[in-house]
C-alpha cells in the first residue's frame, strides 16, 4: 500500500500546535530562570560554603547528572503523591525541569567560579570585601562570561528535553502532536512538522541567545578599556 | 490481589537493565563509526563534506529526541516500505543521535590539536591520510576520551526515553512493576538507583581521565 | 602491528555492514511480498507468516485483564491467550511486540506486528486505517475513581480533573460528553493512567469497567468505584489494509472457534464475566 502523505491536516490543527510550542517556551523559559537561581545560590555555597554543605550539593548534582530525566519526573508525578505531595502536571514538569537544569547548571557555573584568576579574589580580600562582596562584584560578572556558552547550551538541550514532559501529561507540543496523532492516524505528518517546529525554536534561541551575549558582555567592552586607561 | 515488590520483580527489572546496556553499547559503538566519519569530514578541506556534516549535526542536536525515535519508529517504515522491527527502529534512531554528538565532541578534538602538528607531519612528509593516522588521530583521541566517556553516560540516559514507545528497557520495566505492585515510591527510587550505579562509575571515570590529560597537557590553575 | 589492527577492524566493521544489510534486505524482500501492490500475486501475508513459521501479535501488558503481567512477570491476560490460540491454530510460533496504547495501530501499519490483537474496539476511524476480522469480545468504558468523588453522569465531572489514555475508545468517546470545565489529562499508557487515578493526581478516569474493576481489586485502599458507563463496543482481530488472504484466514478463524466456544473460554477464565453473543461481520 503506497502511503499518500496528507499534511493538509496538520495545517488544520496549527493552532492547537502553536498552543503546545507556547508552552514549551514558556516551561523552559521558566525552569531556566528557577534553575538559575538555584543553581547560583548552590555553586556559591559549593565553592565557598563550609564541608558538609558542599558535600551535600555535590551528592545533589551528581544524583541529578546520573538518573535519566524522565524517571526524575515519574518520581516527582508518581512517587511523590504516596507522601502526599501532590501537585498539576504541568507544575511538576516544571518543578522537574528546574531540578534537573539546576543540578548541570550548578557544575557549570562552579567551574566558570573557579577560573576567575585567585589574584583577583585576593586583591578583593586586601580591599575589605566580604566574601558575598567578592563573589558579587569580582567573580560573578567574569564567570558569568566564560560560561555564557556552556549555559547558552544548556538552555536549549533544556527545551528539547521538556519533550518528555508529554509522558506525565504536560500538554506542550510534543503531547499535543501525540494526541493529534493518535487521533487522525496521520502520525509521519504531525511529527515531521512537530519536529521542525522545535528545530525553529532552537535555532531561534542560538540566534537570541548570541545577541544577548553581544549586548552584555562585548558591548561594555570600550567603556570598561576607557575606565582603566 | 496486587503483588508486593519482591525478588522476582527485582530480577525483571534487573533482565531490562540488560536490555538497556545492550542499546547503550549498540548505539554507542554505532554512533562511534557514524561520528568518526563525520569529524572527518567537518575537518576535511571539501566545502560539500563540511555542509553535508554540520547540517546532519546541527538536525540533530536542534531536535528532541524523542521526536527522532518517533519519526524512526513511525516514519521509516512509511517512507521506505521497509519493515522494520523494534530492535532495529529503536537502534537506528539512537545511533544516528550518537553519531552526532560524537561527531561534534572529536571535530573539537581534532580541531585542538595545533596546526603545526599537521605542518610537521606534512613534512616528514606524510600522505594527508598518514598524517591524520599517526600523529593527530592519536593526540586527538586522548583529548576526546572524556566527553566520550561523558556522553556515554547522556546515552544510557537517553535509552528511558524509549519506554515512551512502550519498549522493554529498565524504565518501562519499572513503569509494569509499578503497574502491578502499585508502589510507585519503592519502585522508581529504585530504577534511579539502578541508573545511578550504571552511570556514575563512568562520569567518576571521565572526571579522572579529564584530570589526567589537563596535567598531562600542562593545563593547571591559574596562579 | 597498527597495519593488523586495521585489517582486523575493517574486516570486522565490513561483516557487521554485511549482515545489517542483509538483515535490512530480508524484511524488506518480506514487505515487499505482502504489499500487493509490489509484487502481485507473489503470495501475501498469510503465506509469509506460515512460511516463516513466525506470527508477530501486538501484546499490550498494561491492560487488564486484556494484557497483564503474570505472577512471573511474563505477559497473560485474555488477548495475549487469544494470540496464542491463533498461533496454534495456524501452526506457528508466537512472537509477542510489546506496545503502549498509542502504539497498537502504529506498530501494525509498520509492520512490526502482522496482527493486532489488543482489545481493540471497532471504530469508524479506525477502520479507515485498519482492516477489522469479525469481534471477539465485548467491554465497557466507565469513568471511574475513589469513593469519596460524586460522579453520576457526565455533567458531574465538571471541575474535575478526568485521566484518560491516548489513542483508545475512552479518548474517543469522552471528551465529547464532557462538560467545558471538566480538565482531561492525557497519557501515553493506560499504567500512568491508572497510576494518576490511585495516587490522586486526577479525580477520575476512564478506561474499560474490567481494568476499573482491576485496579480496584488490586488498591482495596484507593477504593475505586464505576462512576457510570460511557459506552459499549466489540473488540476484534486488526490487520494492515489491503492483508485479505490474513484477513479471510482471521474471518474463519473466530467463527469456528466461536462454534467451539474457544472465544467464550478465554473470556470468561480472564475477565470473570460470560461472553455476550457475538455478532457476525
Not at chain 2, 96 to 109: H, V
Not at chain 3, 209 to 229: H, L, Q
Not at chain 3, 242 to 269: C, H, M, P, S
Request: include cysteine.
Amino acid at each position: 500500500m503506497k502511503y499518500v502523505f496528507q499534511f493538509g491536516i496538520v495545517w488544520d490543527h496549527l493552532p492547537q500546535l502553536l498552543e503546545g510550542a507556547w508552552l514549551t517556551l514558556r516551561l523552559s523559559l521558566g525552569a531556566f530562570a528557577l534553575g538559575f537561581a538555584v543553581a547560583v545560590m548552590l555553586a556559591f555555597l559549593r565553592t565557598a560554603g563550609p564541608r558538609g554543605v558542599r558535600t551535600a550539593i555535590a551528592a545533589y548534582v551528581e544524583i541529578i547528572r546520573n538518573t535519566p530525566f524522565l524517571v526524575q519526573l515519574f518520581i516527582i508525578y508518581f512517587s511523590l503523591p504516596a507522601l502526599g505531595i501532590r501537585m498539576e502536571a504541568i507544575t511538576a514538569a516544571l518543578v522537574g525541569m528546574s531540578i534537573n537544569f539546576s543540578g548541570y547548571a550548578t557544575e557549570i557555573l562552579r567551574s566558570g567560579i573557579e577560573a576567575v584568576p585567585k589574584s583577583q579574589i585576593e586583591a578583593g580580600h586586601s580591599l575589605g570585601f566580604t566574601r558575598m562582596e567578592i563573589f558579587r562584584h569580582i567573580v560573578a560578572f567574569p564567570a558569568l562570561r566564560t560560561v555564557y556558552p556552556a549555559l547558552a547550551s544548556q538552555f536549549v538541550l533544556l527545551m528539547l528535553g521538556s519533550s518528555v514532559v508529554a509522558a506525565i501529561s504536560a500538554e506542550e507540543l510534543t503531547a499535543v502532536t501525540n494526541s493529534l496523532q493518535s487521533t487522525t492516524f496521520r502520525a509521519f505528518e504531525f511529527y515531521f512538522v512537530a519536529t521542525a517546529m522545535y528545530l525553529a525554536m532552537a535555532l531561534g534561541s542560538r540566534v537570541l541567545l548570541n545577541a544577548l551575549y553581544w549586548f552584555v558582555f562585548e558591548r561594555r567592552q570600550p567603556l570598561r578599556e576607557a575606565w582603566s586607561r | 490481589m496486587s503483588r508486593d515488590f519482591d525478588w522476582s520483580a527485582f530480577l525483571f527489572l534487573l533482565g531490562a537493565l540488560r536490555w538497556t546496556v545492550v542499546l547503550s553499547i549498540i548505539a554507542f559503538v554505532g554512533g562511534g563509526v557514524g561520528g568518526l566519519l563525520l569529524a572527518l569530514m567537518r575537518t576535511s578541506p571539501y566545502r560539500t563534506l563540511r555542509w553535508i556534516a554540520s547540517g546532519y549535526i546541527g538536525l540533530l542536536q536542534g531536535t528532541p529526541v524523542l521526536m527522532q525515535l518517533f519519526l524512526a519508529y513511525y516514519g521509516l517504515a512509511v517512507l521506505t516500505g521497509l519493515r522494520i522491527d523494534p530492535w532495529p527502529a529503536v537502534t537506528l534512531a539512537f545511533t544516528l543521535y550518537a553519531a552526532a554528538f560524537l561527531g561534534e565532541i572529536w571535530r573539537g578534538a581534532i580541531q585542538a590539536i595545533p596546526r603545526q602538528q599537521w605542518e610537521a607531519a606534512a613534512a616528514i612528509p606524510l600522505s594527508p591520510f598518514a598524517q591524520l593516522r599517526h600523529v593527530i588521530l592519536p593526540q586527538a583521541m586522548r583529548i576526546a576520551i572524556p566527553p566520550t566517556v561523558g556522553f556515554l553516560v547522556q546515552l544510557i540516559k537517553g535509552t528511558s526515553i524509549a519506554s515512551i514507545i512502550g519498549f522493554v528497557e529498565l524504565t518501562r520495566a519499572g513503569q509494569l512493576i509499578v503497574n502491578v505492585t502499585f508502589q510507585p515510591m519503592i519502585v522508581y527510587p529504585i530504577i534511579a538507583l539502578l541508573y545511578f550505579a550504571l552511570c556514575w562509575p563512568l562520569s567518576l571515570l571521565a572526571l579522572r581521565l579529564e584530570r589526567r590529560i589537563d596535567a598531562a597537557l600542562g593545563i593547571g590553575q591559574p596562579a | 602491528m597498527k597495519r593488523r589492527e586495521m585489517l582486523i577492524g575493517t574486516a570486522i566493521g565490513g561483516a557487521a555492514g554485511v549482515a545489517t544489510l542483509a538483515a535490512i534486505t530480508q524484511s524488506n524482500q518480506a514487505f515487499a511480498q505482502t504489499t500487493p501492490g509490489a509484487q502481485p500475486g507473489a503470495g501475501g501475508t498469510l503465506d509469509r507468516i506460515i512460511k516463516e513459521k513466525k506470527l508477530r501479535v501486538t501484546a499490550e501488558v498494561t491492560s487488564p485483564p486484556f494484557g497483564i503481567l503474570d505472577k512471573n512477570n511474563q505477559p497473560d491476560g485474555s488477548e495475549i491467550a487469544t494470540s496464542r490460540q491463533l498461533a496454534k491454530d495456524l501452526g506457528v510460533e508466537l512472537e509477542l511486540v510489546q506496545v503502549t496504547a498509542p502504539q497498537r495501530i502504529p506498530a501494525l501499519l509498520a509492520g512490526r506486528a502482522d496482527v493486532a490483537i489488543s482489545s481493540l474496539s471497532i471504530t469508524f476511524d479506525r477502520a479507515k486505517t485498519v482492516m477489522f476480522a469479525p469481534p471477539h469480545g465485548a467491554l465497557s468504558i466507565v469513568i471511574a475513581g475513589p469513593k469519596g468523588k460524586q460522579i453520576r453522569n457526565a455533567e458531574d465531572m465538571a471541575g474535575k480533573k478526568i485521566g484518560l489514555t491516548r489513542a483508545t475508545l475512552e479518548e474517543a468517546t469522552v471528551p465529547a460528553i464532557a462538560p467545558k470545565s471538566a480538565s482531561l489529562v492525557m497519557f501515553d499508557d493506560i499504567a500512568a493512567t491508572m497510576q494518576a487515578m490511585v495516587s490522586g493526581q486526577v479525580d477520575a478516569a476512564g478506561m474499560s469497567a474490567f481494568a476499573a474493576k482491576s485496579v480496584g481489586d488490586r488498591n482495596p485502599k484507593a477504593e475505586i468505584e464505576n462512576k457510570f458507563t460511557v459506552t459499549t463496543a466489540y473488540y476484534a482481530a486488526a490487520v494492515r489494509p489491503g492483508d485479505f488472504d490474513l484477513l479471510q484466514f482471521l474471518r474463519t478463524w473466530v467463527f469456528l472457534n466461536k462454534q467451539k466456544g474457544v472465544l467464550a473460554e478465554i473470556y470468561q477464565k480472564y475477565t470473570q464475566v460470560a461472553l455476550v453473543d457475538l455478532p457476525a461481520m
